[in-house]
């Protein structure tokens, strides 16, 4: 079942940099889709197409479709001038390349999503903080300091704590963009385990930091070069049996 | 023969290095003898009644309580004026302004009001306050004109503030479903309050210093009574102690001195209040 449909997508930024063309890919729900391919090739642009956040960005053209489907059947589209971009933007958790803490309290970069969007009931936020930080497998290590402020934690519980700050809203979409690039391999392996929990509930979409960790995660893959979609399919057969050359010499490590 | 070489390049180094220091030191040495001959001079002058007294024998004895009082009403009327509408500019430029001719223009206008001599917002005042708005030579006028004067130090600084905050931070809010406004209100503006404070109370500093601007719109040489409402004129510290140093004969030298100490210690206070607030702030930034 799909999640997300894009049709036809044109974007091009205002110096003409990174841009997309013609991209069409269906997103499943509930399971990982990996975006991979070489830096440059559109993969954080299109993550950020679909919570809308390049309107915060320097792009002069957007075209095609992008729609989402609802949980009851209907339909956004995610493109349309009109809609409600801060109530699309609640339904879609994103966690970025660095681990981006906001000046708060570890407790209060969970909140602050709900706070935003008006929850004041402190029950309800205590247990949306409980409840994400054990989702992101930050519970145990942070319980007992979570006024303190959010940068004192390493590198990777930052992320985590992003990772957790991103299910606070209990969105139905995430957009991880290279979640895991500065972080260690244990650190790592604790995200990629959290991500494979969290597929149950939530769509997950992937910009991985490496082919390894695509090959790893991937349910649905889809290739990127230059702001092309090159080739898309079920994970493990694009790993193994791709059929394009360039996905076969991106993924033998033969460029990159 | 190379050993050499490299001995008198030392040489030149060290010398370098001794002269930039002497450089470093020779700047900071009229500050020093300011700050030193001042004291010195005017310490003497320095008491209860100096200080809370009224003027009396031609402001040759007493006090200079009103001119005192005078300075921190115009500073305090300064700062309601040019506080909000300083940092409202600096918001609307850095948030919401895109890179265009007419923000442009409004950046270009903020450079030139800030190099326009101060005696030249004196006579606008005049010209607009006191006698087109009619509203006299009075704290009001004064404190308008002062305003003028101070917004755009307080746009600058607090535009740099602002800038100098992550754009990760509004970024991350925003994909948290924060509206432009929360983002601003809720991250922005606590991270930058430090830098915009700094920038607030050294614009109010320099207001609180300056003479030409309140000559023709607020200060009066001698009142027999501590002005009444925003209505009235006032004595000022600046003012006072031009008229006190040139104007009056016989005047006492401990008196001059003693009103630049009381002018130079308020101003100073307030430097000195602002660089701990940004050394704080320093020691607290973690990102």
């Known amino acids: ?256 | 023969m190379n050993q050499d070489k490299s001995l008198s390049r030392y040489r030149t180094q060290r010398f370098g290095f001794l002269l930039l220091t002497v450089i470093a030191i020779l700047t900071s040495l009229p500050i020093l003898l300011v700050l030193l001959v001042i004291v010195v001079k005017g310490i003497s002058a320095i008491s209860f009644e100096f200080i809370f007294g009224m003027p009396s024998n031609g402001m040759k004895s007493g006090g200079i309580f009103p001119a005192i009082l005078g300075t921190i009403l115009l500073t305090l009327g300064t700062a309601i004026f040019s506080v909000p509408i300083g940092i409202g500019a600096a918001i609307y430029l850095s948030e919401f302004a895109g890179d265009n001719k007419w923000t442009k223009t409004i950046r270009l206008a903020i450079i030139n009001l800030a190099g326009i001599p101060s005696v030249v917002y004196g006579l606008f005042g005049l010209g607009l306050f006191v006698i087109f708005l009619q509203f006299g030579t009075s704290i009001l006028s004064g404190a308008l004109t002062l305003a003028i004067m101070t917004i755009p130090v307080i746009i600058s600084t607090s535009e740099e503030a602002l800038r100098a905050v992550p754009q990760s931070f509004r970024v991350v809010s925003v994909s948290l479903g924060a509206t432009r406004w929360q983002t601003i209100r809720k991250i922005v503006l606590p991270e930058a309050k430090p830098g915009i404070l700094t920038g607030v109370i050294l614009g109010l500093e320099r207001a609180a210093g300056e003479t030409a601007p309140i000559l023709f719109t607020a200060a009066v040489f001698f009142l027999p009574s501590l002005p009444k409402s925003i209505f009235d004129p006032t004595m000022a510290l600046p003012y006072h102690l031009y008229v006190i140093s040139t104007q009056v004969p016989g005047m006492p030298v401990n008196v001059q001195y003693g009103t630049a100490l009381v002018l130079v210690v308020f101003v100073l206070s307030m430097n000195i209040f602002a660089t701990l607030i940004r050394s704080r702030a320093r020691a607290l930034r973690q990102w």
Not at chain 1, 15 to 34: C, F, H, K, M
Not at chain 1, 104 to 110: A, E, F
Not at chain 1, 117 to 140: P, T, Y
Request: glycine residues 8%; contains cysteine; negative net charge.
């Open chain 1, 1 to 256: 079942m799909e999640k997300i449909i894009i049709k036809n997508l044109n974007l091009e930024y205002s110096d003409g940099t990174e841009s997309l063309r013609g991209i069409n890919l269906n997103i499943p729900a509930n399971q990982i889709s990996v975006l991979f391919g070489p830096a440059g090739g559109g993969k954080s642009t299109l993550l950020r197409v679909i919570n809308r956040l390049n309107d915060l960005a320097d792009v002069t053209r957007v075209e095609g479709q992008v729609v989402i489907i609802n949980m009851d059947g209907s339909k956004t589209e995610v493109l349309d001038p009109k809609i409600d971009v801060i109530g699309l933007r609640r339904r879609i958790g994103m966690v970025f390349a660095r681990p981006i803490v906001l000046p708060l309290t570890i407790r209060g970069n969970l909140t602050y999503g709900l706070e935003v969007a008006g929850v004041k009931n402190k029950q309800r936020l205590d247990e949306a903080v409980e409840h994400s930080l054990r989702q992101a497998a930050l519970w145990e290590e942070v319980a007992d300091r979570l006024d303190d402020p959010a940068v004192a934690l390493s590198g990777g519980q930052q992320q985590r704590l992003c990772l957790a700050r991103s299910l606070v809203l209990e969105p139905e979409i995430i957009l991880l963009d290279e979640p895991t690039s500065g972080l260690d391999p244990i650190s790592t392996t604790k995200v990629e385990a959290s991500l494979q929990e969290l597929k149950n509930k939530y769509t997950v979409i992937l910009v991985p930091h490496s082919v390894q960790q695509a090959a790893r995660t991937a349910d649905y893959a889809a290739f990127f070069l230059q702001g092309e979609l090159i080739e898309q399919g079920p994970g493990k057969n694009l790993f193994v049996n791709p059929k394009d050359q360039r996905t076969e010499d991106y993924v033998e490590g033969r460029f990159g």
